[in-house]
């Protein structure tokens, strides 16, 4: 079993930033993709961004050239570093790791972006 706990989010203005951590623990032997993804009210999960078990990053068109994902392999841990937010980031961030065909999430972390 894999368990994902993320950390960070929190209320911003526009323009500000934010670090976004998610740890993973359990079952993990081998070093597996993970991902950033979020859901803002009424509407569906999106990605956010992924990171390849080599490193190799993808990000939406939405967070291109604002956020940017890595990942520390020693400690299973992936950031995703948001910065020029703006009001439509608001939304529940949830990490993502795939391992053996299956998907683990964590439980989210928000982030609200307001004046």
């Known amino acids: 079993q894999v368990q994902l706990v993320e950390s960070g989010g929190g209320l911003v203005q526009p323009g500000g930033s934010l670090r976004l951590s998610c740890a993973a623990s359990?079952?993990?032997?081998?070093?597996?993709?993970m991902g950033w993804y979020r859901q803002a009210p009424g509407k569906q999960r999106e990605l956010v961004a992924h990171?390849?078990?080599?490193?190799?990053?993808n990000y939406a068109d939405s967070a291109k050239g604002r956020f940017t994902i890595s990942r520390d392999n020693g400690k299973n841990t992936v950031f995703l570093q948001m910065n020029s937010l703006k009001p439509e980031d608001t939304a529940d961030y949830y990490c993502?790791?795939?391992?053996?065909?299956?998907?683990?999430w964590g439980k989210g972390t928000l982030v609200t972006v307001s004046s």
């Open positions: 993502w790791l795939g391992r053996y065909a299956m998907d683990y």
């Open positions: 990171i390849s078990s080599t490193g190799t990053p």
């Open positions: 359990g079952s993990i032997f081998t070093i597996n993709p």
